[in-house]
Each structure stands twice: as structure tokens, then as C-alpha cells.
């Protein structure tokens, strides 16, 4: 522990916080697939050549590629030439090699109800939907809306448009109408998929009467497909919409895959942007199935034959693409898939599921575990964890008091933790531990994985050995975005055009004295105090590091004199005072901790703090606050009211004299 700045003029200064390593246990790494250096080794040596042959070993394909990668910077191809069916390699194939009986996914509705789905099933449900979709007019180069709550019929959707070759666009079914339009004129979708309605928090909240104000302005629609899932009311209307269950049984199981091209448009997913039109990240077929295939086996360590896999994300992310739908039906996984939140019956719903269904791999997200460790440890306590044999965390830096929480109170101080860095763009993980190759340390996502090469860099581009600076990519990658649909030059000027000849998506990264990446969030969110450049992560971690706090969000507010001061939104673990001594002494552990630079002006304790649907925190929205100004697009936030309840103590927060 440093209390100074270790490197004045980066371009992002750092401060080192944590030095706590974690090998590989010995039992996991003897089970484990890889425990040496075998692959980064490998694809050191010729990084095209070690795809190409994860390519072969993970999937199946129909015809061969002629040319591995083609690289026309910044546009790529992988596997050209090559064909394959994605929902073969996800179902056919397993149900021809014996494994039809075996579970595809325990599903749990948040009410209580069960679904156990084989993989026969699944290909069979997949089938059924594909017919109906042809029949509906959808052909291969069409696109398909799916708007769901995250029931067994969502991925079914997905999987029967790859069977057909028609991209999908899923839209997360916390979205409202108008952003639903915007998604469906942008892909110009021929059919929507909906429900009546989704389970959350204990009520059935509508989905259908928002598909139909967005279908009002969506002339591309020509059929609604609706499934049954709450038994609300729902109006259909006559000739556009179609119950599910009118039409999937009654539909033939019989649906031959037909091998698509290696670059055939699987998905378009667009990005929670705030203003700017959305963003269609294009995804196709080959190259993406072989890195989320490979990323699933190795960073996740599976043993399919006996690992019960959870990611407990939404399908209507990227992650639920990537790590429920695509990566484990290629590899023939078990997953739960569970439709609700985490406290509903209770605030123990997680530790009920793992208990239940003896999962052993969990992969969630840091804003979760904070909310874990907000609640208090006896609620994992009442269950028996001890399935559970390896951890991973998305979405945003894991602060190293967060690590540590899960580690001991979820993991029982046994289970690696693979901290994955990756993003929609990216398409799967690209930083990350191998839990059996790699020490770990609390808050840092390690190493990019065998075959990805990225570089931190400065403000001229330049590459930084050591140090705070840009997370750059610097060749190109098997599931890499293909571009934004519709709109190559903003896909260029985007990604691109900040550093000459790298990917550049926003984050800022330090490297330490080992090499380990330590990201640093977005660069936006970087504050400028005293001419130092802070990044947020540290602060928040600095705080949440405290025995009281559970959450943190830190802003740089504009000041006369420091240029901006630090202003932390601070939420408390369950028990514990709000008041002005503890904001006293947090502004001191900060400042003790890391320094005095780093010490917040203002802290404003608050129950919760402004999220995205996702659960990142929105900055930009305290930043507002904090300067006292209206407050920006709140369109994309999960819960509005937080920020009124914030404004409403930040003007009564004591700042620093
Ligand atoms: C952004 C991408 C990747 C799937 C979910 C989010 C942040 C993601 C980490 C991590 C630090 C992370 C980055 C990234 N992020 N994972 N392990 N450590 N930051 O996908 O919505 O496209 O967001 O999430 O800022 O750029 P997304």
C-alpha cells in the first residue's frame, strides 16, 4: 500500500491498492484443463493458426475455410469460405452423439414454476419454430425482433432464426416501446416475438401492450408471435398477431440445418447508448461460435459431463448471448436459466437456486455481489454453497473488498475467480484468468487469453510497459464486432479513429509491474483533480474497502480551485449510521489508503445509486447532481426515483470547509 501516486504524467495516474495474490488451488488445478502455459504458448507462436485450430476441435463444420482471417483494417472476415449451421453445432450435434436426454437447461420461472429442457427438446422446440417462421415469410438475410422475458421460449427464438440463417435482434424486455421502435426500423424486422407479459419482483409486468405502441410505428412488421407466459390480457390483433402455442405445435419437428456461410449475420445487438441513435453491433456465424466456444470451455474450466453452469445474466445482453445461449449449447453444457430477480421471495433466491440445483460454476456481475454484501452474509449462510467450485464476474471492475466478499462468503475461500473483461463490441471474453493456469489478484482481470493481443497506451497511442493509460486492441479477434449495421463509416470513426491502427472502445486500463490489467472503467468517468487524472474504480474501491460501505460511486464536480473535486455517493451494508463522523472518516481511509489527492470533497450517503438496466452505474446522471445541473437523458436508467431520492440529500450533504 502506497498513500502517493506511483506514476506522475501517465495518462491516467494509478495508485497501487492491492497486492493480495491467489494461485490456483491444487485440487483445481489438477482437474483442470489447463494448468500450464500450453495454449498462450501456442498462440504466441502463429495466433491465426491457433484459432483455426480451436475453430476445428470446438465446432462442426460443413465445408472448410480457405483463408483463416482476412484482414482489410478495420473490417474482418474469419474462416472465409467455411459453412456451418450455428444451432447444429449447438443441438444436432450433441443429440446425435447420445446426448438428447441430457439437460440443456434447469429453468426457473421467479414464481416458483420448473422447466427441465433436454437437448432433444430444445431441437425439437427450435425445429417447431423454425417452421413457423418460414412460414411466416422469414427467409436467410432477414432479420427477427425478439422482445422476451427470459423464458425457455427466448432462446428457442434465437436458436430457430440461426436454423434458417435470419439475424436477430433481441431487444431486453425492460426496454420501453419507444426504444423497441428504434431497434425494429433500424434492423427493418419482419416478425416480432413477444409474450403477454414476464414475472418480476412478484408481479406480471406487461410486454405485449409495449409491443404494440412500438409495432404502431414499425411499417416492417408483419406478424407479432406472442407467447403465453403470465395469462394477462393482451389484445390481438387479427391477421398481424399469433399466439405461440397455436402454431409451435402444430408445426412439423422437422427442419434440416443448412450450412450458412462462415460470415453469415447471426445477431445484431445494439448498445445501451444514451442519446445518439442506438448502435447495431453486427455478429456472424463461425468466427463467433469459435471464440465464445473456446472462451466458455477454458476461462470457465467446464467438465460438461458434470458442471452446472449459471450465468445469471439477462439473454437480453450480450452476456446472455454469449455465456447462456451460444457458448454453452456449443459445448453441450447444463445451465440454469432463471427469470427473475435476486429477492424475490426473499434476498437468499441465488443462494436457494445453487442449493438447489448443485450449481458449480456462477457467473454474475460486481453490481450484484455488491448488492450481496449490502444485504449481509446470513443470507448465503442458510444455504449449502459448497457445489460450487468456480466464480466468475462481467460488467464492470470488481472492486477488490467485492472480490474478497465472494470469494469467501459465496466461494467458502475455495473457488478461482475468473474476472472477465470483455464488451458487446468484443462479442466474448477477452481478459481473463485461467482458473487453473492463473494467480489472480482481487480487482485485476489478469491477461488477455491466449490468441488476443491488446496494449495500454497513451495519449499519443504510444504503448505503456507500466502504468495508467487505454486499453487498446491490436489485432483482430474471431467474434470481433463486424460493424455497425448499417453504417460503416461510424463504425470506423468509433472504434478506430481515436489511436492510429487499434480498436479503441473507452476503457481505461493500468498495467502493473507484473503485467497484470487492471481496468479503470470508462475514460469519461476519469476525473481531473489538481491536474491529476483519477480514475473512479480506485476511489470507489478505496471506499468500498471500508468495513461499513457496500457500494460506491465517485464523480469529479466542477471546482474553482482543484479543478474538480471528488464527490462519492455512498451506500451503506445493512445496520449501519448514515451520518456526518462516518463521512469524515471515509474522506480519511480514502485518503490514507491512497492518498490525499484521492480524497472525496463531498460524501452523500444514499440507499441505492442510478443504474442502467444492466446494473453499470450512471456516472454521467451524479455528475448532474453534483454540479446541481437538470438532469440528462434518464431514458436508459433501471429506476428513476434513486435520483430524485439522491438530489434530495446531496443538497444537504456537508461538504469539506
Ligand atoms: C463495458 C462493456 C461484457 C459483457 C457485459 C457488458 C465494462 C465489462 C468488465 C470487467 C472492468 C468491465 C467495460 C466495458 N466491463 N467487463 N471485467 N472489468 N470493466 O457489456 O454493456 O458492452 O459493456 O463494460 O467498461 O467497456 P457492455
Given at each position: 500500500m502506497t498513500d502517493e501516486v506511483t506514476r506522475s504524467g501517465d495518462a491516467i495516474e494509478t495508485y497501487s491498492l492491492e497486492d493480495r495474490h491467489f494461485p490456483p488451488p491444487d485440487d483445481f488445478k489438477e482437474r483442470s484443463l489447463v494448468a500450464g502455459t500450453f495454449l498462450y504458448d501456442e498462440a504466441d507462436r502463429d495466433f491465426e493458426g491457433f484459432w483455426a485450430r480451436q475453430a476445428a476441435d470446438l465446432l462442426d463444420w460443413r465445408e472448410d475455410w480457405h483463408t483463416i482471417c482476412e484482414w482489410d483494417r478495420p473490417f474482418a472476415k474469419w474462416f472465409v469460405g467455411g459453412k456451418l449451421n450455428v444451432s447444429e453445432n449447438c443441438l444436432d450435434r450433441h443429440v446425435a452423439n447420445g446426448d438428447g436426454d441430457k439437460v440443456a437447461y434447469h429453468w426457473e420461472g421467479e414464481p416458483g414454476d420448473t422447466r427441465t429442457i433436454t437437448y432433444a427438446d430444445l431441437l425439437d422446440e427450435v425445429c417447431r419454430f423454425a417452421n413457423v417462421l418460414k412460414d411466416l415469410g422469414v427467409e436467410r438475410g432477414d432479420r427477427v425482433n425478439i422482445y422476451l422475458p427470459m423464458i425457455p421460449e427466448l432462446p428457442v427464438a434465437m436458436l430457430a432464426c440461426a436454423r434458417l440463417g435470419a439475424a436477430h435482434s433481441v431487444v431486453f424486455g425492460g426496454f420501453s416501446a419507444d426504444s423497441l421502435a428504434d431497434r425494429i426500423n433500424d434492423a427493418e424486422a419482419k416478425v416480432l416475438v413477444t409474450a403477454d407479459g414476464g414475472h418480476r419482483r412478484g408481479a406480471a409486468v406487461g410486454l405485449k401492450a409495449a409491443a404494440d405502441v412500438a409495432v404502431a410505428d414499425t411499417p416492417s412488421i408483419e406478424h407479432v408471435v406472442v407467447v403465453r407466459r403470465t395469462g394477462q390480457d393482451v389484445h390481438m390483433v387479427e391477421g398481424r398477431d399469433l399466439w405461440w402455442h397455436d402454431l409451435v405445435p402444430a408445426a412439423s419437428s422437422e427442419c434440416p440445418a443448412e450450412p450458412m456461410d462462415a460470415e453469415q449475420l447471426l445477431y445484431l445487438l445494439y448498445t445501451?447508448?444514451?442519446?445518439a441513435r442506438p448502435k447495431g453491433i453486427m455478429h456472424t456465424s463461425g468466427g463467433y461460435l469459435t471464440q465464445v466456444a473456446f472462451t466458455h470451455r477454458y476461462v470457465f474450466d467446464l467438465h460438461p459431463e458434470t458442471d452446472v453452469y449459471w450465468c445469471a445474466a439477462d439473454i437480453g445482453w450480450v452476456t446472455g448471448h454469449s455465456y447462456i445461449v451460444y457458448g454453452p449449447l456449443a459445448n453441450g453444457a447444463t445451465s440454469v436459466m432463471y427469470e427473475g430477480t435476486p429477492d424475490h421471495p426473499g434476498k437468499d433466491r441465488f443462494w436457494d437456486i445453487i442449493e438447489r440445483y448443485r450449481v458449480t460454476i456462477l457467473y454474475t456481475a460486481p453490481t450484484a455481489i455488491r448488492t450481496f454484501m449490502k444485504w449481509g452474509t446470513q443470507e448465503p449462510e442458510r444455504?449449502?454453497?459448497?457445489?460450487?467450485r468456480l466464480l466468475g464476474s462481467v460488467g464492470e471492475p470488481i472492486n477488490p473488498e467485492a472480490w474478497m466478499w465472494y470469494h469467501e462468503h459465496i466461494g467458502g475461500g475455495r473457488c478461482p475467480i475468473v474476472d472477465t473483461w470483455w464488451q458487446t463490441e468484443t462479442g466474448a471474453i477477452m481478459i481473463s484468468p485461467l482458473p487453473g493456469a492463473t494467480t489472480t489478484k482481487p480487482g485485476s482481470a489478469t491477461f488477455p487469453l491466449p490468441g488476443i493481443a491488446a496494449e495500454v497506451v497513451d495519449d499519443a497511442g504510444k504503448p505503456v510497459s507500466s502504468g495508467g493509460g487505454y486499453l487498446t486492441l491490436t489485432r483482430p479477434w474471431p467474434?470481433?464486432?463486424?460493424?455497425i449495421y448499417g453504417d460503416p463509416e461510424r463504425y470506423t470513426e468509433t472504434y478506430w479513429s481515436r489511436f492510429e491502427g487499434r480498436y479503441f472502445a473507452g476503457d481505461g486500463c493500468r498495467v502493473d509491474d507484473e503485467g497484470y490489467y487492471w481496468l479503470l472503467g470508462r475514460v469519461d468517468d476519469v476525473m481531473n483533480v489538481s491536474g491529476h487524472r483519477v480514475s473512479t474504480i480506485e476511489v470507489e474501491s478505496a471506499l468500498v474497502d471500508h468495513t461499513k460501505v457496500a457500494e460506491a460511486a465517485v464523480v469529479g464536480a466542477k471546482d474553482e480551485t482543484t479543478g474538480q473535486g471528488i464527490v462519492a455517493f455512498v451506500t451503506l451494508k445493512a445496520g449501519n449510521e448514515a451520518g456526518d463522523e462516518l463521512g469524515q472518516e471515509l474522506r480519511r481511509h480514502v485518503s490514507t489508503k491512497i492518498g490525499p489527492t484521492a480524497r472525496p470533497k463531498t460524501v452523500i450517503f444514499t440507499d441505492d445509486l442510478p443504474k442502467t438496466r444492466s446494473g453499470k452505474i450512471m456516472r454521467r446522471l451524479l455528475r448532474d447532481v453534483a454540479e446541481g445541473r437538470d438532469l440528462g437523458d434518464t431514458t436508459t436508467l433501471a429506476d428513476p426515483a434513486v435520483v430524485e431520492e439522491i438530489r434530495r440529500r446531496a443538497t444537504a450533504a456537508p461538504t469539506e470547509d
Amino acid at each position: 500500500m502506497t498513500d502517493e501516486v506511483t506514476r506522475s504524467g501517465d495518462a491516467i495516474e494509478t495508485y497501487s491498492l492491492e497486492d493480495r495474490h491467489f494461485p490456483p488451488p491444487d485440487d483445481f488445478k489438477e482437474r483442470s484443463l489447463v494448468a500450464g502455459t500450453f495454449l498462450y504458448d501456442e498462440a504466441d507462436r502463429d495466433f491465426e493458426g491457433f484459432w483455426a485450430r480451436q475453430a476445428a476441435d470446438l465446432l462442426d463444420w460443413r465445408e472448410d475455410w480457405h483463408t483463416i482471417c482476412e484482414w482489410d483494417r478495420p473490417f474482418a472476415k474469419w474462416f472465409v469460405g467455411g459453412k456451418l449451421n450455428v444451432s447444429e453445432n449447438c443441438l444436432d450435434r450433441h443429440v446425435a452423439n447420445g446426448d438428447g436426454d441430457k439437460v440443456a437447461y434447469h429453468w426457473e420461472g421467479e414464481p416458483g414454476d420448473t422447466r427441465t429442457i433436454t437437448y432433444a427438446d430444445l431441437l425439437d422446440e427450435v425445429c417447431r419454430f423454425a417452421n413457423v417462421l418460414k412460414d411466416l415469410g422469414v427467409e436467410r438475410g432477414d432479420r427477427v425482433n425478439i422482445y422476451l422475458p427470459m423464458i425457455p421460449e427466448l432462446p428457442v427464438a434465437m436458436l430457430a432464426c440461426a436454423r434458417l440463417g435470419a439475424a436477430h435482434s433481441v431487444v431486453f424486455g425492460g426496454f420501453s416501446a419507444d426504444s423497441l421502435a428504434d431497434r425494429i426500423n433500424d434492423a427493418e424486422a419482419k416478425v416480432l416475438v413477444t409474450a403477454d407479459g414476464g414475472h418480476r419482483r412478484g408481479a406480471a409486468v406487461g410486454l405485449k401492450a409495449a409491443a404494440d405502441v412500438a409495432v404502431a410505428d414499425t411499417p416492417s412488421i408483419e406478424h407479432v408471435v406472442v407467447v403465453r407466459r403470465t395469462g394477462q390480457d393482451v389484445h390481438m390483433v387479427e391477421g398481424r398477431d399469433l399466439w405461440w402455442h397455436d402454431l409451435v405445435p402444430a408445426a412439423s419437428s422437422e427442419c434440416p440445418a443448412e450450412p450458412m456461410d462462415a460470415e453469415q449475420l447471426l445477431y445484431l445487438l445494439y448498445t445501451s447508448g444514451t442519446t445518439a441513435r442506438p448502435k447495431g453491433i453486427m455478429h456472424t456465424s463461425g468466427g463467433y461460435l469459435t471464440q465464445v466456444a473456446f472462451t466458455h470451455r477454458y476461462v470457465f474450466d467446464l467438465h460438461p459431463e458434470t458442471d452446472v453452469y449459471w450465468c445469471a445474466a439477462d439473454i437480453g445482453w450480450v452476456t446472455g448471448h454469449s455465456y447462456i445461449v451460444y457458448g454453452p449449447l456449443a459445448n453441450g453444457a447444463t445451465s440454469v436459466m432463471y427469470e427473475g430477480t435476486p429477492d424475490h421471495p426473499g434476498k437468499d433466491r441465488f443462494w436457494d437456486i445453487i442449493e438447489r440445483y448443485r450449481v458449480t460454476i456462477l457467473y454474475t456481475a460486481p453490481t450484484a455481489i455488491r448488492t450481496f454484501m449490502k444485504w449481509g452474509t446470513q443470507e448465503p449462510e442458510r444455504h449449502d454453497l459448497s457445489s460450487l467450485r468456480l466464480l466468475g464476474s462481467v460488467g464492470e471492475p470488481i472492486n477488490p473488498e467485492a472480490w474478497m466478499w465472494y470469494h469467501e462468503h459465496i466461494g467458502g475461500g475455495r473457488c478461482p475467480i475468473v474476472d472477465t473483461w470483455w464488451q458487446t463490441e468484443t462479442g466474448a471474453i477477452m481478459i481473463s484468468p485461467l482458473p487453473g493456469a492463473t494467480t489472480t489478484k482481487p480487482g485485476s482481470a489478469t491477461f488477455p487469453l491466449p490468441g488476443i493481443a491488446a496494449e495500454v497506451v497513451d495519449d499519443a497511442g504510444k504503448p505503456v510497459s507500466s502504468g495508467g493509460g487505454y486499453l487498446t486492441l491490436t489485432r483482430p479477434w474471431p467474434a470481433m464486432l463486424r460493424g455497425i449495421y448499417g453504417d460503416p463509416e461510424r463504425y470506423t470513426e468509433t472504434y478506430w479513429s481515436r489511436f492510429e491502427g487499434r480498436y479503441f472502445a473507452g476503457d481505461g486500463c493500468r498495467v502493473d509491474d507484473e503485467g497484470y490489467y487492471w481496468l479503470l472503467g470508462r475514460v469519461d468517468d476519469v476525473m481531473n483533480v489538481s491536474g491529476h487524472r483519477v480514475s473512479t474504480i480506485e476511489v470507489e474501491s478505496a471506499l468500498v474497502d471500508h468495513t461499513k460501505v457496500a457500494e460506491a460511486a465517485v464523480v469529479g464536480a466542477k471546482d474553482e480551485t482543484t479543478g474538480q473535486g471528488i464527490v462519492a455517493f455512498v451506500t451503506l451494508k445493512a445496520g449501519n449510521e448514515a451520518g456526518d463522523e462516518l463521512g469524515q472518516e471515509l474522506r480519511r481511509h480514502v485518503s490514507t489508503k491512497i492518498g490525499p489527492t484521492a480524497r472525496p470533497k463531498t460524501v452523500i450517503f444514499t440507499d441505492d445509486l442510478p443504474k442502467t438496466r444492466s446494473g453499470k452505474i450512471m456516472r454521467r446522471l451524479l455528475r448532474d447532481v453534483a454540479e446541481g445541473r437538470d438532469l440528462g437523458d434518464t431514458t436508459t436508467l433501471a429506476d428513476p426515483a434513486v435520483v430524485e431520492e439522491i438530489r434530495r440529500r446531496a443538497t444537504a450533504a456537508p461538504t469539506e470547509d
